[in-house]
Structures are given as C-alpha cells and as structure tokens.
Nanobody
Framework: QVQLVESGGGLVQPGGSARLSCRAS????????MGWYRQAPGKQRELVAM?????TNYADSVKGRFTISRDNDNAVNLEMNSLNAEDTAVYYC?????????WGQGTQVTVSS
C-alpha cells in the first residue's frame, strides 16, 4: 500500500516562512503528479500547487509566495513565504501514479502571532 508521509508545518508568525515535505513510500513506480492541497476550517479542500510532467500550477492566492519542487521521483516539497492568516489550514500531500490518486494524512499550518 502506497503511503504519502508529510513533514513540516506547525505554528508560523505572519510574514514568516515554512517548508513542507512529502515522500511516497512502498512504491515501485514513479508518481506522474505530485502536489499539495489545503483545507481551512469550514472550507472545501483546494489545490495549492501541483507538478505534473513539465507542468506546474499554483493557486492564484499563493503565486509568487509558494514554490513547489520535487527532490526525486517520489518526493515533493512546498516552500511557503510571506505567510498570512489566510494560509492557515491542514495541508495534504497528493500523488498520482498508474491512474491512482493517493493522499497524505495532512499536516497543520497555523499562521498566527
């Protein structure tokens, strides 16, 4: 069973930075796409950033502040800068391989002074 394991997050001050990492384990194939979603309290889960092939997509709200990157076939990172209260959410790692979607368990990012 493929697992996506996230790390990073926590409490960050407004204007600060944080880094999220995610690694797929128990897989013998390369993830075709990897990225991040987030879900704030009372809101629907939304796409934050996604790497698929040579395509990179960002939510408008994070463009210029967040950067997604892949370390290797099955690891993805999210560098988050200039964080504000609206970025507070549970962040979920997403991976897709061989037509199957996988999700991490989620990691909390709270932006507060």
């Amino acid at each position: 069973q493929v697992q996506l394991v996230e790390s990073g997050g926590g409490l960050v001050q407004p204007g600060g930075s944080a880094r999220l990492s995610c690694r797929a384990s128990r897989t013998l194939f390369r993830m075709d796409a990897m990225g991040w979603y987030r879900q704030a309290p009372g809101k629907q889960r939304e796409l934050v950033a996604m790497l698929s092939g040579r395509s990179t997509n960002y939510a408008d709200s994070v463009k210029g502040r967040f950067t997604i990157s892949r370390d290797n076939d099955n690891a993805v990172n999210l560098e988050m800068n200039s964080l504000n209260a609206e970025d507070t959410a549970v962040y979920y790692c997403y991976g897709q391989g061989l037509g199957v979607a996988y999700w991490g368990q989620g990691t909390q990012v709270t932006v507060s002074s």
